[in-house]
């Protein structure tokens, strides 16, 4: 079983700050997907990257997959209170055989006014 | 909005009855999912399907078994419920197989079975 560790997993801010949370894994993912889900609801996909070492922008969100394909950043930049949510990472694997995703156990983000 | 309906959202039974979660989409995707939400556990795999009657076993499947008769129907039964399955259960749906590359698995909101 692909396990992926994500850190911390609680985060509190004040709003304005940044910050970056963390999705590390010892083995190599084909491709890596960022969710977020707010409070009764189900996760959201935000980003998926696919390529080591890529870097991608949505809005003040930043997703950096790692060169080995094995770990990945998101940085938010002056985070707003809309931003709080449980942030998920998800990995895939292409070699594996199997159709699903492995997801982290998630960080928690809350950002106050 | 992708079109996934849980029903029923919202569930407390007693110890050893059975228990039948439904997942209807109408995106007409090919893979069904379910999976259950735990403090400290995260989202954790319970069985797929890859097509009608194609199902498979994730990482939790014990006491849980599924069915998919139609495209749009993804049933989850627990036979016989206990306590330890008290969960936030969650359906998801993607065009194909998560393993192909840019593939969006689009969630429910979620069905909060309680087990007393």
């Known amino acids: 079983t692909q396990l992926l560790e994500q850190s911390p997993q609680f985060l509190s801010i004040q709003e304005g700050e940044n910050l970056t949370v963390y999705c590390n894994s010892s083995?190599?993912?084909?491709?890596l997907q960022w969710y977020r889900q707010e409070p009764g609801e189900g996760p959201v996909l935000l980003v998926t990257?696919?390529?080591?070492?890529e870097v991608k922008k949505l809005k003040r969100l930043t997703f950096q997959f790692g060169d080995a394909r094995k770990d990945s950043s998101l940085h938010i930049t002056a985070a707003q209170p809309g931003d709080t949510g449980l942030y998920l990472c998800?990995?895939?694997?292409?070699?594996?055989?199997?159709?699903?995703?492995?997801f982290g156990k998630g960080t928690m983000l809350l950002v106050s006014p | 909005d992708a079109g996934i309906t849980q029903s029923p959202r919202h569930k407390v039974t007693e110890t050893g009855t059975p228990v039948t979660l439904r997942c209807h989409q109408t995106?007409?995707?090919?893979?069904m999912y379910w999976y259950r939400q735990d403090p400290g556990h995260g989202l954790r795999l319970i069985h797929y399907?890859?097509?009608?009657?194609?199902?498979d076993k994730g990482e939790v499947s014990d006491g849980y078994s599924v069915s998919r008769s139609k495209t749009e129907d993804f049933l989850l039964t627990l036979e016989s419920a206990t306590s330890s399955q008290t969960s936030v259960y969650f359906c998801?749906?993607?065009?194909?197989?998560?393993?192909?590359?840019?593939?969006?698995?689009?969630f429910g909101q979620g069905t909060r079975l309680t087990v007393v």
């Open positions: 998801a749906i993607s065009e194909s197989g998560p393993s192909e590359m840019n593939t969006e698995a689009f």
């Open positions: 083995s190599v993912f084909s491709s």
């Open positions: 990257v696919v390529t080591g070492g």
């Open positions: 998800a990995g895939a694997d292409s070699n594996s055989g199997y159709s699903t995703l492995t």
């Open positions: 995106e007409n995707h090919r893979y």
């Open positions: 399907s890859y097509g009608v009657k194609d199902t």
